[in-house]
C-alpha cells in the first residue's frame, strides 16, 4: 500500500467549491448580523435618548403655570399653547414655574420639610402696602433660589401668581415685554419683595402698591420662567438642537436668549428632526423625534401626555 502526501485533483474542486460557498454565504450572514447589530445599536440610542428628552421636559412642565404656557416662531413672536396653529412652525415652548422646591420645604435644614413659603395669603392681616403669607420664610426662599440658580436671583427677583385670577397669556407674564417690565400689579404676575426683619410679608417691587388688584387666598410664587428651544437647524440634514433655558424673569422683561450671564443654557439633545407640542385644555402634549442616516435613513419619536 502506497503512502499519500498531497491531495488528489478531485479532492482540492471539492475543497475550492466548498470554501467558495462558504465565502459567498459566510459573508452575507456576517454582514447581516453585522447590520443588525449596527440597527439595533442606533435604535437602542434613539430609543434612550428620545424618552430621557420628553421626561426631561414633562417633569419640567409639571410644574408650570398652566395659563402662561407659550409657543414661539422663529421672529420672536408668540401664541398661547392654546391658539397653537398646526400651519405654523413653532421653535420655543416657553412657560412660568413655580417654586415647586420651596413650596417642598427642600431648604430646610432641619429635615422637616417645612415649606419656605405656605401658599396661603391671610386676606385680613394684609393691606394695599403689604401681602402676609403665614409660615412662610423669606430668608430661607432667598437662600434657596440663589442656591438654584447660581447666581445673584433671589426673592426680590420672583412674582406670584393668584390661583384663579384670570390671566392673559399674551399680556399677564411679560412674553411680551421685550425692553418693558411689568411696571404695576396689574398682571397675572405681580412681582414682589421681602420687608427686611418680616419674613412672613412681601411687598409690591414694581413700584406701585396693590390698591385695585384683586387679592386672592391662594399663589403660586415663581423666581423663573423656562423654555425649549429648536436650535441649530440644518436645512440640508433636516436636523437640529433642543436647548433648555432657566433663571430668566419675563415680568422684568427678560427673555429666554437674553445675552445675560446669570442664564443658564443646557443641551438637551441632539439630532432632532421634529419638535411639537399643542394642547387641550391645560393637557400639554410634545413630540420629539430624532433620525440618523447611518443604516438607510431612520426615524423615532416619542410622545408625552402632561396634565
Known sequence: MKNRFAFTMIELIFVIVIMGIIGKFGVEFLAQAYNSFIFSKINHELQSNS???????????????????????????????????????????????????????????????????????DLDAGDKTKLVSPATNTTAINSLINTLSGATAGVNDSALFFIGANSDARTGYGW???????????????????IAGQPTQFTSSTGTDFSGVDIYEYYKLAWSAYAVAMEDYNATTKMGNLYFYHNYQPWQGEQYNDNNDNLHKSLIM?????????????????????KTDLVEEYSLCKEKTIF
Open 51 to 121: 424618552e430621557a428628552t420628553v421626561e426631561f421636559i414633562a417633569k419640567r412642565l409639571e410644574g408650570r403655570i398652566k395659563d402662561s404656557v407659550i409657543a414661539r416662531l422663529a421672529n420672536n413672536s408668540f401664541d398661547p399653547i392654546g391658539d397653537v396653529n398646526n400651519s405654523k412652525t413653532y421653535v420655543v415652548l416657553e412657560w412660568v414655574g413655580s417654586d415647586t422646591d420651596g413650596y417642598c420645604g427642600l431648604s430646610d435644614t432641619n429635615a422637616t420639610h417645612l415649606p419656605d413659603w405656605s401658599g396661603i395669603i
Open 270 to 290: 441632539q439630532n432632532v428632526s421634529t419638535f411639537r407640542f399643542t394642547a387641550i385644555g391645560s393637557i400639554i402634549k410634545i413630540q420629539v423625534c430624532t
Open 176 to 194: 411680551d415685554g421685550i425692553t418693558t417690565t411689568i411696571n404695576a400689579q396689574q398682571g397675572a404676575m405681580h412681582p414682589i419683595q421681602s
